[in-house]
Structure formats: C-alpha cells, structure tokens
C-alpha cells in the first residue's frame, strides 16, 4: 500500500515546498540541500521557501513574502505539498507561554512566524504536509496546540549533542502506510517536545 499525491495541474511533475532557515550554519544548508534532493529523484519539483526570502517557482514566477513574513496565496495555489523541515525551537510566545530561558539559542522568529502560517494555511486547504522533527511540532503549534519547552537530560553524555528515541506508528495512520513499521528510532537535536496534553485538537 502507498500514498500518492496528485499534482494539482494535469501533466506536470509535482511541486513540494520544503521550508528551511535562511542564513544557517554550513551543516543545516547542507541539510536544507538534502531534502532539495531527496524530492527532485523522486521526480517532483522541490521550491525551497525561506524566511524574508522571494520563492522561485519552477516555472520561473518569483514571490516575494508579506512584512510578516506571510507567504503570497498564489505560492501555495501551486504547491502539491509541503515538506516543514528540522530545525531549532519555536518561541513559546506562538502557544501562549513565557520564555522559561532555557536553551532558547536556536530560537529564530522569522522562521517561526513563516512556517506556522503556512502550516495553517496548509490545514485549511488540506494540502498533504510532511513535517520532520521540529516541522512536526510547528505543525501542532500551527493547529493550536501547544509545546513542551524542555527535556532535561536531552543531550547525550557522549558529544552532548544528539539522542536517538522510538517513534511508534498506529497501523491506520498514512504514515504506517509508508514506512510499513511499526517503530523506528529517530535522532532528536532540539529540546522541545510533544506530549497527549500538548497535541492540537484532532491531532494524536
């Protein structure tokens, strides 16, 4: 069994938005290239979209986003999906909280406000969306639900950095229907997560 999307003009390849954040580190661009290239072998079109930064469509149409960092309704009338990448935390401020100060480093607002608007726009135009690792969660903050701002102990003792942890699958999800497993481990960078209390309505 498998999922397939359908493009939303008859005869062309796909075209998928996959978000990232402008100006990263060398290892988050080569990350944000990754995924750019994950989606071109699958034969669709990937149209990278970045805070305060024009999106270039396959068809050579430029948009610029809003002072708010709003993508234009035309971007997302031609996309067939969108892919919300990994990345640092989302500011509390989009799910109601306070600051609580910890390791809030890698907090980048302009990205925030980028990708929860077009998270919401995604939803109300049930447009697919793939979210990975903090593109999940933005997903959920987008829906209205809410973040746990930190995890003590995250860090592995061994370089500090990454942990590793099972995700499960429910076998009626659309998920299942692609990995066909019932768990697989992930590497986990930031410190926020989700739990069944923080889950937006209709989520799980």
């Known amino acids: 069994m498998s999922v397939r999307l359908e493009s939303t003009t008859p005869q062309r390849p796909l075209w998928i938005g996959i978000t ?8 988050l661009q080569q990350n944000a290239r990754n995924y750019l290239a994950m989606v071109a072998s699958y034969r669709a079109l990937p149209v990278a979209i970045t805070p305060d930064q024009p999106v270039v469509l396959p068809d050579g ?19 067939d999906g969108l892919i919300l990448s990994g990345g640092g935390d989302v500011h509390p401020r989009y799910f109601g909280q306070e600051q609580d100060g910890a390791e809030d480093e890698t907090i980048d607002v302009r990205r925030d406000e ?30 209205g639900g809410a973040m746990i701002q930190h995890f ?23 998920l299942f229907a692609i990995v066909a497993t019932e768990q697989f481990d ?19």
Do not use: M, Y
Not at 117 to 141: E, K, M, S
Not at 153 to 172: I, K, L, N, S, Y
Not at 186 to 204: E, I, K, Y
């Open 61 to 79: 149409e430029h948009f610029t986003p809003d002072a708010e960092g709003r993508v234009p309704d035309a971007v997302l009338d031609r996309l």
């Open 20 to 27: 990232s954040r402008h100006g990263s580190p060398e290892w």
């Open 186 to 204: 992930v590497n986990t960078f930031h410190h926020q997560g989700l739990d069944r209390d923080s889950l937006a309505p209709h989520f799980r």
């Open 152 to 174: 003590d102990g995250h860090r592995t003792p061994a370089d500090g950095a990454t942990r590793f942890h099972p995700v499960r699958v429910e076998q009626d999800s659309k």
């Open 114 to 143: 980028l990708e929860i608007g077009l998270g919401q726009a995604a939803l109300t135009r049930n447009l697919p969306v793939f979210g990975i690792c903090r593109g999940c969660q933005v997903l959920n903050v987008a829906a």
